[in-house]
DNA sequence: GATGAATGAGTCTTCATTCAT
DNA sequence: CATGAATGAAGACTCATTCAT
């Protein structure tokens, strides 16, 4: 199996680093949201981690809302650079899809290190803060699609065989592996062993004979 | 398609009906809660919306958990009655799965309406309230094992020709499911929809040809 | 040591027999307020402690001041008899002050079981309920004074060994009384056991050499 | 009279002077715990009465009891402060007595302006927040004990004379002084002004000839 | 007479945010 | 830049009392 991505281009350390006091109080953001949600984690606490006064955070952002979005944006940017790397390896469809979807989801296992409030962070994201955390998965869902369609083109791969277009194709592998990131327990280590089993099991019925 | 449930005989307004104070106080506690979360539904609110007084509240529970729990219960209830009946209806492997997969998912879109506050409420009942609010899933993986195993046997359906047992097709199903449902601004009716594409999707490669 | 009252004439049973539903209802009270004061004391308290409906107290007394005010007469009723007993004794002028300190105190601590609360309950009396619970008080004071003066014209005190007035003498014994009354731990038993004692020492230097 | 301690080294207005924040909540809580007694008074109150936020008060404090305890403990650090003082004074042993339990009781009268709340206050302390106050109360009693035995080995006090031993004398002493302390309408000038006279009366008898 | 159900006013406590220094 | 101190608004929960049955 290949290395889906070069972890030293991008990693949560090169994001978080600990340089300026923006950076601890995004860090402590992360890492205090990830162990107890938006709502329990109180700005006192931020700033306990920080290192802080509570009132310097107010000095770098304008209240809790706008560290979060902060933090989401960080989360995103390091996503998006993992993503686009994920699409220039050259290897099978099946491992460049493997290779995407780790990109996307294994890094939200990542970064939000598979915390139970992450939808309660999505919610929030979406309802009261405007953060369009929905956008970038729409991105992926095209690319996958995109994908998919190119492979068909080379004859990678033959939809015909299951009667389905590329759309309902990268629909059901991003319902699949959404729902294996969703699995209770789940780390990123094992979302990563067992995704290539998942892509196969969907894909088996389109890989042409003299491919398989 | 065969008609899932027999939705005359358990409604969400049968579990609601507003007889009773304490019914009122869960169906507000049920709209409130999928409208704006746990934590930003005060117990104020839970009292205006239920046209009590918040003393009131605290005759019939003992606290704003209490309520939560009890509102839980009874979509399980419901949840519950609507599996038995899937199980129970006799038609194809493929219907039967659709049927179950529905009793479980489309009932829980239909309680909570899709709410975007799903896992902020999930995140409470497991972490806060210790509700076990996986156990259902669980039995419901179980039950489409189960059903899957069945299918096999009887020759209905040939996991060898992917190379998969029956729990991988079961957890993949599962997956597939759970993304359907989470996808943004699904629907019971949209879900209810898509639900037999994804399906046969996933098992296609497992029919035999003289069935399909 | 004689007997300071004849115990059957007068006791707590007798004063809170649980006939009606009223004794019932100041029964709980008086055990209540005992056992955790006044303002810990809650109506739903008193009325689960009764055995009634809370509305059920509120056909009988106008409200939680009214239950106490009651309990108090009840008590005060069975110290005043027991005073008159007291003062009917016929014995030496020590054992007669020793009989009456005991029949106002010695009921008090019997009747609120020496309970911590005791002086909350004496607060709430005073201030919020205009309960004149010091007049008894007043009355033993001067039924104190009169014992002595008593025998000081009876030569069986000599109030000028010590250059003292027979109020003051009276106002000490009934300070060091109080006083003992309040020790920490002390019971019905240990005071009445200590009382003899106490007198005698207040006592001692005014007794005539031909009687001591 | 000597004067029993030096007013001027330790005083009420010394431990409650209105500089901090903290000081004044500490007075607003004596001032209001001494006119309305512990439940009555309201968080709400004691900031109008402080004339600060209710949320500061919690900035200082963790709460009501916090607030309670603090207040409990400055009393306590100035009674200890004047008890070391009247131990200090060269004079008679009546007069180091009447020292001592001014130092004590005087102290308490001054600073809960012999409030009628003092035992709901007592018993709160004791039994809901857990702060020692009996045992100051048990100091005093072997300091008074120890006063009394050591003016006996020198001969001013002649305790065979009425058959006592220190430790009664000391008792009834004690008793005396609580119940003039808990006299209706005690002042602390009241208080100090019967003093004397109480503690004579009880030492009369054991006073050597050639001293009195 | 007795009660189950209901409530308005009040309790203590927390939180995101601001401001003078 | 950084902060200690302060706060208004809101949160969950309790209680003595009332009323229709």
Known sequence: MVLCYDRSMATIASVTASGSKADQIIAATRSLFVRYGYRRTSVDDIAREAGVAKATLYLHFSGKEEMFREMIRRFQLLQEERCAAAEAIE??????IVALIDAVYGTTIEWFENTAHIEELKSVALHEISVPVDEPVQAFRRRLTRMIKAAEERGELRLSAVGSSAQDVAQVLLFAAY???HAAHATHASFHAAL????????VGMIPADIA
């Open 179 to 181: 729902g294996a990131k």
């Open 91 to 96: 290897t099978s469809v099946e491992n460049k």
């Open 196 to 203: 290539p089993g998942i892509v196969r099991l969907i894909l």
